[in-house]
């Protein structure tokens, strides 16, 4: 539903969902908060990245919940060297509010910065 949503307000930013979890394997404690992550992260991405895709996977892999978003970069002019600097730099601080969550939540947090896309994983064990 988000997703749909999503594309609609967005139109120029494609979502492709990967989500294999049955809704029942996944805490209650853990559905909002994975809510909220995709939420904020997918606004943030819509507002500072040039982005024309994000791709999300919501999967169950042995004994864990895991959740991956990424984004690509629209086909553009190259950024100067001073903004990729830039980019490299804030992309942790961007998404902050993902890793606070997923912290605070008991799970694990990586991100990856990459010349103009971003991956951001968060897991959690059960």
């Avoid at 909002?32 to 996977?57: M, Q």
């Avoid at 100067?80 to 912290?103: D, P, W, Y």
């Amino acid at each position: 539903w988000f997703c749909r949503e999503f594309e609609q307000f967005h139109e120029k930013i494609s979502i492709e969902s990967n989500i294999s979890i049955a809704e029942e394997i996944i805490p209650v404690h853990l559905k909002i908060v994975i809510y909220r992550i995709i939420e904020s992260t997918f606004k943030n991405i819509a507002a500072h990245s040039n982005t024309d895709r994000i791709g999300l996977a919501l999967q169950q892999t042995d004994n864990k919940i895991e959740l991956r978003i990424g984004d690509t970069p629209a086909q553009t002019s190259l950024l100067s060297c001073a903004t990729k600097i830039g980019q490299v730099l804030n992309h942790q601080f961007r998404f902050a509010e993902m890793k606070e969550r997923t912290l605070l939540s008991g799970g694990a947090f990586s991100s990856r910065y990459n010349t103009g896309w971003v991956m951001l994983h968060a897991s959690w064990a059960y």
